[in-house]
T-cell receptor, first 115, second 113 residues
């Protein structure tokens, strides 16, 4: 089983729709969760991050974590054409004295918002 | 403005040639990373460096080399031993290796002639 699974899409929605993007993970040691947005041929930019279970809201974006189900979501309200991008979830390792310092990324979901 | 600068944006490699991708950051970050991105495969870690004069292999280091002589610079050389170099290469940095937030440069697209 892969550590992080993310549906690659593509996902196409009309402008104004509510978008739900999801990742599942297998490592219960993950304590911190991030979402990156990547426009075509650009570097990923950190969009949202959250430490704990529950919701975190930032404007039209809401990040949700369900640790009991090992499931994280990113919701986009009132989606805009400018939201068209690839969205990647990412999780850092648990720093318990180990030497593995790399983030674990999902493969990304390609989202297109049509005007 | 603080950030991570990658150059060039596009690079072409002839067979048997080594090429070097530049990555410079003015964020005063200790840790720097190189990732390779292929369609449908997500981000794969090539090398990372925790501090100056130190670097560690990632998951796909074969055919690549790096150096970290200065805190702000972490160049990546794609050697002739890398048989499938065509990809989008991303440099990233963090305040320290144990900090969670990773920041990326704008990437270099490498193609083989």
């Amino acid at each position: 089983q892969k550590e992080v699974e993310q549906d690659p899409g593509p996902l196409s929605v009309p402008e104004g729709a509510i978008v739900s993007l999801n990742c599942t993970y297998s490592n219960s040691a993950f304590q911190y969760f991030m979402w990156y947005r990547q426009y075509s041929r650009k570097g990923p930019e950190l969009l949202m991050y959250t430490y704990s279970s529950g919701n975190k809201e930032d404007g039209r974006f809401t990040a949700q974590v369900d640790k009991s189900s090992k499931y994280i979501s990113l919701f986009i309200r009132d989606s805009q054409p400018s939201d068209s991008a690839t969205y990647l979830c990412a999780m850092p390792p648990s720093y318990s004295g180990g030497s593995n310092y790399k983030l674990t990324f999902g493969k990304g979901t390609l989202l297109t918002v049509n005007p | 403005d603080g950030g991570i600068t990658q150059s060039p944006k596009y690079l072409f490699r002839k067979e048997g040639q080594n090429v070097t991708l530049s990555c410079e950051q003015n964020l005063n970050h200790d840790a720097m990373y190189w990732y390779r991105q292929d369609p449908g495969q997500g981000l794969r870690l090539i090398y990372y460096s925790q501090i100056v004069n130190d670097f560690q292999k990632g998951d796909i280091a074969e055919g690549y080399s790096v150096s970290r002589e200065k805190k702000e610079s972490f160049p990546l050389t794609v050697t002739s031993a890398q048989k499938n170099p065509t990809a989008f290469y991303l440099c990233a940095s963090k305040v320290t290796v144990t900090n969670e937030k990773l920041f990326f440069g704008s990437g270099t697209q490498l193609s083989v002639l």
